[in-house]
């Protein structure tokens, strides 16, 4: 019997759309896996099945009733109940506060003594720990309690958000452990997770969803017969993602002679904690001239804090970095960018009530300790639009833009400060599958005419297809380094990014 | 219920306002009165009571004088400084009145005085006893100041207490950092050692401040025997509740500045027992009437009764103060037979009446101030549940008694 | 005879009275991040409540307490769904204007029933004091602090225990988990809305007997509240309560040691505010706050 | 006389013009996301300014208000140094904080200030008040074309960067502090010049008057009623502020309903009037123009 339907949901944020048209099914009992990568929109399927999202169009069915509508504190009384991305627990709660909050609804009230009891006797760890405030939970405690937390609610349905997002492998077994065991109680459970292996070692379905559509749906029966499901995955996602495939080879020739010796950045045991978490941990790297650099790991590996330690928003813990043999550690972002560095955010920071062209004007005005007027700057600012393709929205306001477009913008902005070292923050996210050939040719060229590039990036595919040298984080440290030829045959590698496979218990 | 009258009082009064200002004009001639008051705003209370006092002084014209009906002009200077300008240039340049009765607050009679100076009309201002305010209109014809200078407050006291308790006490002052404390307290000061104390403290409280034990229990550390509280009714009721609990062992209170006494007494219960304070008007006194004028300026308790059964409420100082001055004004307009601003002000400086308020007079002041009535105050101490007069002598009905 | 015990009791009693000034604009914006710039007016209506009870039925304002604070929650739940509820999403300015325009109308509502007349309640505790150990405590604070302290704690143990409690601290600390709980996020707004003017009202009572009631007494106080709350860090409760004593201290100390003390002692304590502020942003407990 | 208005004009040009410049002001700092509860205190230190220096050192009004801008300017500089990175509601909170330890330092230092009692303008140089309203209008015609200037250079850029995203907006190369500065005291100046006119006109000061929190609250209602961050919008805000006082005052005031009708109309054209006048007519425009186009 069907417990949950989607179908023809459409939903989006603001004037962008992210999903455009899902359908989807969840039965009683099952256990079903919703895959991606990430700004497919798998988190926000969850927001609006929960209701923290209303969508534009489609329905959505629970249990037989319609509740496309109902708002979200309606809709966990129904039994749908999450464990939203990101665990969002409250910090200033005891453990045990936050369970009882799980059971808030009457209908869960009733049963919390029991309820809190099994939560228990499934997460040990949460019965020792019911007296802290949930902030200074570790991370996979936090997880846990996320879980927990939503057990508490007596879901029908239970949905978790990325359960394994930043958790070390030992923990992370012990949370998709508990998963399988809350499956075999008999609660429906609607899984989204980057850590496909993982989730299709326990899940029973999978859906593969890009651009806000399911492109794939994977049997039971395949699941079973699939031996390699990795290569199923991995296909599929290549697949939908990269239509006309780049073939590795076909690098830039031309900067790769073009390596001069000197590095443009130079990092140095770098560190860098928050509390007592390690986000990046004696990292060296160095990026030469023209070089285009890839850096890949999985979610939390601390890619995005790299870049704010480069660009001065954070500080450094320890360590030394520094640009064309000058020390910038410890300089402010503006000072980054009069020097000759540029970058994009991994969340779009783009400054939504002005329009396109005065974004990236923006950029070019205050780039250069010189400045130029305003005329200068527009005329400077044409070449970066037409490079990324909005030449033609420059006068709507950055806020209507789809979101892949407003990468675009970020990438236009950051051109427009004429930049030595560009870094780029998952610059492709979000953006159409056509977009994103388009926007590795834009890239290309960019290299090509001599800027020097550091790239984060989730598409594989476009990280090996574009750099020349990949560095791959894992915790915080280095776990590999080499051409992307020597990254893809790296075993280690493919198993940090793409999980440990489990094996139905 | 009571809250339920104050709405009927507060619509009905409201109404009043209507009609004095709105009447439709008759083919009668006219006299223009401007009253810019505080109707809303934080001195509310002034301008309610002025509103009070000038209905009561229209009706005991039957709204006419020498011929002329009387129209008031009110204004509503929203308690503000820039209200105060805008209303006064108004009714100077617009309206061009001849005669103006308010404000009353002392900071914005100051804020209105650059105003007045443009066309200069006969200006009655029953409020401000700054002393800055009087060296402002020092030498000005026009203006008739109605109400005590500062000095008032502090002379009578404090030639009573010496003659009462001899000389080289020692006295403390606690006084808030309003423009009313700040401006009193050198009066005060010069006033008391002039008249034979010793100044042993003076402390200095912020205006609604929730606390003003520290002050006090500073003062208590220089065992005065005359403390002199100089801050308005708001604060004023604070201070004599804290003095009260302190226990200071202060045998002679001296407030000053409650306007409305009968409030602060109302407010404070019976921590007011045994404060002395120099007032120029308090209701329940044996005042007669006018012997000319005995319709406009009546006996006291029957201009206090007529007052209550139309207001249901005992009279303050300031609706004595603003009906005696406009009736003053009136009866000025009628003698003079029409509404000559330069003759009105002549009649007014010739005019010598018996009214609720003591001798209507104006005389000049050693300060400048070129008309002045009503300088006069009377001392009167709170004993028990009585209100005695203890000064001058002349109108005294009991003795000093020190607080145990 | 030093003064210092009697510094401390008094900077004490003050301190309490100052808690109760903030704690309700603390649980206000701690849950809906809105500055309730009406907030001196529940006071006020508060203060006003006692006084009419006491005055027209003899009824004790430490009696009248529930009745009046019901009544006034009752206003705040007027407020909230006239006027609050339609900008809950608004930007700052817009909330702080609209509050202000609402405190505008309460204010003048309350000269035109109560008029601008200066009121105070007497009791017989209000005037009441005996002195130990060379301190003169007066009956009026103490009680005046133990009701304020007596709330204050009882706020926080309401939201630590209770059900609702819980869940208005689950909608501050995370908005969206608290509506996965399936909690009612405007409701609880709604009721932080009017637990606020509640203990607003109870302030306004416990100063009823001790301070001058009048229509304007609000605006000064909330600026203190203001204080008080942002020393804090913004919306917890906890570091409110430290806050109200720190800036008692502050002002009470430099009342006492200081010539002229009592007129700068304000100043003293915005200063002391301005350098927190400039230091430590998020207050002594700052928490969950996104700037 | 530059021209022939009646006195009652002249104090509705005098009303209006001096809400203008604190408007365009308030509505400066927070178009580079400073959102400021403290104009009072630039309001208060260009009175205090003006009055001194010309009671003191015998200016008249137009030489003192060059040190009334000079030190509302400098306290707008001292206030970016002091809050540094504080943003948001801390940024607006520091500066009630300013404005209140102004006006304590104002009483508590009666010496110098006149303290409670207030202070005279010096009368001898006081001059009429068309002349002060044409001053005021100047004044405020001044602001307006600043604000327009600024709006068609680079700072606009940088402004609206910092007031969308400060953080995202140092990576272009933007320096916070240094526009800060910039904008405090350009607004301080502008506030202060305002408060050195106004006071010429009422021809007395005391501290209540010159940091009147209330000057806070007038100089947001302009921006909010007209649009904020356009540029006319302040300034029909202003306008339109000016005549709704007015017309409560004129028509309720003598009932004592004045302020109660003043805060109702502010409270409904907030609730009603979400993005002001000049905010709501874009939209509108906007919306026009895409129904044309037949865009959704």
């Known amino acids: ?505 | 219920m009571r809250a339920f009258r104050y709405i009927r009082h507060m619509v009905m009064g409201a109404l009043c306002g209507l009609f004095i200002t709105g009447g439709i004009a008759h083919a009668q001639k006219v006299i223009r009165i401007g009253a810019p008051l505080e109707l809303t705003g934080k001195f509310v209370i002034y301008g309610s009571q002025g509103q009070r006092g000038l209905e009561m002084a229209v009706e005991a014209f039957a709204g006419t004088v020498a011929g002329h009906r009387i129209e008031v002009l009110l204004r509503d200077i929203q308690s503000t400084n820039q209200g105060a300008v805008s209303a006064m240039t108004d009714l100077l340049e617009k309206e061009k009145v001849d005669f103006l009765i308010g404000p009353i607050a002392s900071g914005l009679v100051s804020a209105a005085v650059p105003a007045w100076r443009q066309r200069k009309p006969l200006w009655i201002v029953p409020g401000a006893s700054a002393l800055s305010f009087e060296e402002a209109i020092a030498g000005e014809s026009m203006v008739f100041h109605t109400y005590a200078w500062g000095y008032g407050y502090h002379t009578g006291p404090a030639n009573a207490l010496a003659a009462a308790f001899g000389k080289g006490k020692k006295v403390a002052i606690i006084y808030s950092d309003g423009a009313y404390g700040r401006s009193h307290l050198p009066d005060a000061r010069k006033h008391y050692t002039e008249a034979g104390f010793q100044i042993v403290a003076t402390e200095l409280v912020r205006e609604n401040a929730a606390d003003m034990n520290p002050a006090l229990q500073k003062i208590r550390l220089t065992k005065p025997d005359v403390l002199v509280a100089l801050m308005q009714t708001t604060d004023g009721i604070v201070v004599a509740k804290q003095i009260h609990v302190a226990k200071l062992g202060i045998p002679i209170l001296v407030g000053s500045a409650f306007p409305q006494f009968q409030t602060w007494v109302d407010a404070v219960g019976e921590a007011a027992n045994g404060w002395i304070t120099a007032v120029a008007y308090l209701a329940g006194q044996a005042v007669p009437a006018d012997p000319k004028y005995p319709r406009i300026f009546p006996a006291a308790k029957d201009w206090e009764a007529a007052f209550t059964k139309k207001y249901n409420r005992e009279p303050e100082l300031i609706d004595a103060m603003v009906y005696t001055s406009a009736a003053m004004l009136f009866l000025a307009i009628d003698r003079a037979g029409g509404g000559d601003k330069e003759r009105v002000a002549k009649e007014l400086r010739n005019l010598g009446v018996e009214t609720i308020m003591g001798e209507g007079k104006f005389v000049p002041t050693p300060g400048g101030a070129v008309n002045q009535a009503f300088n006069e105050m009377f001392v009167i101490q709170r004993q028990g549940d009585k209100i005695v007069t203890v000064w001058p002598k002349a109108r005294s009905n009991g003795q000093f008694k020190p607080i145990q | 005879m030093t003064l210092l015990p009697q510094f401390l009791l008094d900077a004490l009693l003050l301190g309490g009275l100052y808690c109760l000034m903030a704690v309700g604009l603390a649980l206000c914006f701690g849950v809906t991040r809105i500055i309730n710039f009406a907030h001196g007016e529940m006071i006020m209506f508060g203060a006003y409540g006692a006084f009419l009870l006491s005055v027209h039925f003899g009824i004790d304002p430490l009696l009248s307490l529930p009745l009046v604070a019901l009544g006034v929650a009752l206003i705040g739940f007027l407020v909230f769904k006239l006027c609050v509820q339609r900008v809950l999403d608004a930007p700052h300015v817009n909330q702080i204007l609209l509050l202000f325009g609402v405190g505008l109308i309460l204010q003048n509502i309350a000269v035109l029933i109560f008029t601008g007349d200066e009121r105070s309640v007497t009791t017989a505790y209000s005037l009441a004091s005996d002195q130990f150990f060379g301190m003169m405590v007066a009956y009026g604070r103490l009680i005046a602090f133990a009701v304020s302290i007596g709330l204050t704690v009882g706020l926080i143990v309401w939201l630590r225990i209770s059900e609702m409690g819980r869940a208005i601290q689950a909608v501050a600390q995370q908005r969206d988990a608290a509506k996965l709980m399936g909690i009612n996020v405007t409701a609880m707004y709604m009721v932080s809305f009017m637990v606020s003017a509640a203990l607003g009202s109870a302030t306004g009572a416990a100063m009823s007997f001790l301070l001058t009631i009048t229509p304007f007494m609000g605006f000064h106080i909330l600026i203190k509240g203001f204080a008080i709350v942002v020393l804090g860090g913004l919306g917890s409760v906890g570091g409110t309560l430290i806050a109200a004593f720190v800036l008692a201290f502050v002002e009470t100390g430099v009342s006492y040691y200081v010539p002229e003390g009592g007129g700068w002692a304000e100043g003293v304590a915005l200063a002391v505010l301005l350098m927190v502020l400039i230091l430590r942003p998020r207050g002594f407990l700052g928490q969950a706050v996104d700037n | 006389m530059p021209f022939a208005a009646t006195a009652v004009v002249n104090d509705w040009i005098i009303s209006a013009a001096s809400m203008v410049i604190l408007a365009v002001s308030w509505n400066l700092a927070a178009n580079a996301g400073l959102i400021s509860l403290g104009h009072s205190a630039f309001w208060g230190v260009g009175t205090y300014t003006a009055v001194l220096s010309a009671n003191k050192l015998g200016l008249p009004l137009v030489l003192a208000l060059i040190p009334a801008m000079l030190i509302g300017a400098l306290l707008g500089v001292l206030l970016a140094v002091i809050t540094g990175r504080l943003r948001g509601i801390f940024f607006a909170i520091s500066t009630l904080a300013l404005s209140e330890g102004l006006r304590v330092i104002a009483v508590m230092t009666p010496g110098f200030t006149g303290g409670g009692e207030g202070i005279y303008v010096n009368p001898q140089l006081r001059i009429g008040a068309h002349w002060v309203a044409a001053i005021m209008v100047v004044g405020a015609l001044i602001s307006i074309l600043v604000a327009w200037a600024i709006s068609r250079t680079s700072w606009h850029f940088a402004f609206r960067a910092m007031r969308a995203n400060e953080s995202a907006a140092q990576m272009l190369g933007v320096r916070p502090i240094g526009f800060r500065v910039w904008v405090l005291a350009l607004a301080g100046a502008m506030a202060a010049f305002a408060g050195g006119v106004r006071v010429w006109y009422g021809g007395f000061v005391d501290p209540g008057i010159a940091f009147d929190l209330h000057i806070t609250i007038f100089a947001q209602i302009g921006p909010l009623l007209g649009g904020i961050y356009t540029l006319a919008g302040p300034v029909i805000g202003a306008l339109l502020s000016v005549l709704l006082s007015e017309a409560a005052r004129i028509w309720f005031g003598t009932q004592g309903f004045g302020l109660l009708v003043y805060g109702v109309a502010l409270v409904l054209c907030i609730l009603f009037l979400p993005h002001g006048i000049w905010g709501g007519l874009q939209r509108l425009w906007t919306f026009g123009r895409r129904r044309i186009r037949g865009e959704q």
């Not at chain 1, 879980?147 to 998709?176: C, K, Q, T, Y």
């Not at chain 1, 990092?267 to 650099?293: E, K, M, P, W």
Request: net charge neutral; glycine share 10%.
């Open chain 1, 1 to 505: 019997m069907t417990l949950l339907e989607l179908s023809g949901l459409r939903a989006g944020y603001g004037g962008s759309v992210v999903l455009d048209g899902l359908d989807l099914t969840v039965g009683e009992g099952e256990v079903v896996a919703l895959l991606g990568i990430n700004g497919a929109g798998k988190s926000t399927t969850m927001r609006v099945i929960t209701g923290l999202l209303d969508p534009s169009g489609g329905r959505v069915v629970f249990g037989g009733v319609d509740i496309t509508h109902f708002p979200a504190h309606k809709r966990a009384a129904e039994g749908i109940c999450l464990s939203p991305e990101g665990r969002q627990v409250f910090p200033h709660l005891s453990v045990e506060e936050n369970l009882c909050l799980g059971s808030f609804h009457p209908r869960a009230r009733r049963h919390r003594a029991e309820s809190l009891e099994r939560v228990y006797a499934l997460f040990p760890i949460l019965r020792k720990r019911r007296e802290q405030k949930a902030g200074f939970l570790s991370g996979g405690e936090q997880q846990m309690l996320a879980m927990a937390r939503a057990l508490m609610g007596r879901p029908r349905l239970l949905l978790l958000d990325e359960p394994s997002f930043g958790l070390a492998p030992l923990i992370l077994e012990v949370v998709f452990n508990t998963i399988r065991e809350i499956a075999r109680s008999g609660i429906s459970i609607l899984l989204v997770e980057q850590n496909a292996q993982a989730a299709l070692g326990v899940a029973e379905r999978g859906y593969v969803l890009s651009e806000g559509r399911i492109t794939l749906s994977v049997s039971a029966a395949e699941l079973s017969s699939s031996g390699d499901m990795r290569k199923l995955f991995l296909r599929e996602i290549e697949e939908t993602a990269m239509p006309a495939r780049v073939s590795v080879e076909s690098k830039p020739a031309a900067a790769e002679e073009g390596l001069n010796p000197e590095p443009i950045l130079q990092i140095r045991g770098l560190r860098r904690t928050f509390g007592g978490l390690v986000a990046v941990n004696n990292l060296s790297i160095d990026v030469q001239r023209h070089q285009f650099l890839g850096v890949i790991g999985p979610n939390g590996a601390g890619k995005t804090t790299l870049l704010n330690l480069i660009t001065g928003y954070l500080q450094p813990s320890a360590g030394e970095i520094h640009l064309n043999g000058q020390r910038i550690d410890g300089l402010k972002p503006y000072d980054m960018c009069v020097r000759g560095v540029g970058r994009t955010f991994q969340l779009v920071q783009s400054f939504p009530e002005m329009s396109v062209i005065d974004n990236v004007i923006t950029g070019a005005l205050f780039a250069r300790d010189a400045r130029i007027s305003l005329d200068e700057a527009r005329e400077r600012v044409r070449r970066p639009l037409e490079l990324v393709g909005l030449e033609r929205k420059t006068d709507v306001l950055a806020g209507t833009l789809a979101l892949g477009e407003q990468k675009k913008l970020e990438l236009a902005r950051a051109l427009a400060t004429q930049p030595q070292l560009l870094l780029l923050d998952e610059v492709m996210a979000g953006s159409p599958h056509e977009d994103v050939v388009e926007l590795m040719e834009v890239l290309r060229a960019i290299h090509a005419a001599g800027t020097t590039i550091l790239m984060i990036e989730h598409l594989v595919h476009v990280i090996l297809g574009l750099a020349q040298h990949i560095v791959v984080l894992n915790f915080g440290e280095k776990l590999f380094e080499g051409s992307p030829t020597e990254v893809v045959a790296d075993p280690k590698v493919i198993e940090t990014y793409f999980g440990t496979p489990f094996t139905n218990k």
